[in-house]
């Protein structure tokens, strides 16, 4: 069963600019977190942001959190050529054993 | 820095063949995931593992997969026989349940196509 959904499915921006993407869950969660994955490779873990938290920074992420609307979006400052990559949110099954379940990630190009 | 490990990198094989998938999780995590990725989607948890034993299996598709993590270090997906439908890439992830947070750190991958 699918949990998250990220938007949009696709992105395509100019190097330089920002990009957001969303992800919007149906159950509540104690955590989401934020995945990178190049092409033809593994992902590589973002950021996770608690269900206490509204915004987390890390470098050039921004990451905020509502859960009243269920929704997380997450946004990267002056992209890179090298962002180029799917982005995914996992949120947490409610299971006692960390269970995540990812959405079907968003496709970002970065075009120099 | 401490990686997990798959191998193969890429497999191709002929529908009702026998595969298998190989994978070493980061020293000390007692939590390893296998997960199936079709193309253009997100990872599908398959089974996850918590030292040897499983802790949910309920996506694997039991009449042809199988999976074992023998002394709760490494592991072995296996698929018998191999459908058309099975082409994929499968991705080992393995996460410390004592640390914060829950990051999960993944290998590399394996490429199946099957003929």
């Known amino acids: 069963s699918q949990q998250g959904e990220e938007d949009p499915q696709a992105l395509s921006i100019q190097e330089g600019e920002n990009a957001t993407m969303n992800c919007s869950y149906k159950?509540?969660?104690?955590?989401l977190q934020w995945y990178r994955q190049n092409s033809g490779r593994g992902l590589v873990h973002l950021i996770l942001?608690?269900?206490?938290?509204r915004e987390k920074h890390s470098g050039r992420l921004r990451v905020t959190l509502d859960t009243s609307k269920k929704s997380s979006s997450l946004l990267i400052t002056a992209s890179r050529a090298a962002d180029t990559a799917s982005y995914f949110c996992?949120?947490?099954?409610?299971?006692?054993?960390?269970?995540?379940?990812f959405g079907p990630g968003t496709s970002l190009s970065v075009i120099p | 820095e401490a990686e997990v490990a798959q191998s193969p990198r890429y497999k191709i094989t002929e529908k009702s063949q026998a595969v298998a998938f190989w994978c070493d999780p980061i020293?000390?995590?007692?939590?390893l995931y296998w997960y199936r990725q079709i193309l253009g989607q997100g990872p599908e948890l398959l089974v996850q593992?918590?030292?040897?034993?499983?802790?949910?299996d309920s996506q694997l598709p039991k009449d042809r997969f199988s999976a074992e993590r023998l002394k709760g270090v490494d592991s072995t997906l296996k698929i018998q026989p191999a459908e058309l439908g099975d082409s994929a890439m499968y991705l080992c992830?393995?996460?410390?349940?004592?640390?914060?947070?829950?990051?999960?750190?993944f290998g590399p991958g394996t490429r199946l196509t099957v003929l």
């Open positions: 992830a393995s996460s410390d349940p004592g640390a914060p947070g829950n990051e999960q750190f």
């Open positions: 159950t509540s969660i104690n955590n």
């Open positions: 942001i608690r269900s206490n938290e």
């Open positions: 996992a949120t947490d099954a409610g299971t006692s054993y960390d269970k995540v379940i």
């Open positions: 020293s000390g995590h007692a939590t």
């Open positions: 593992f918590q030292d040897e034993s499983v802790v949910d």
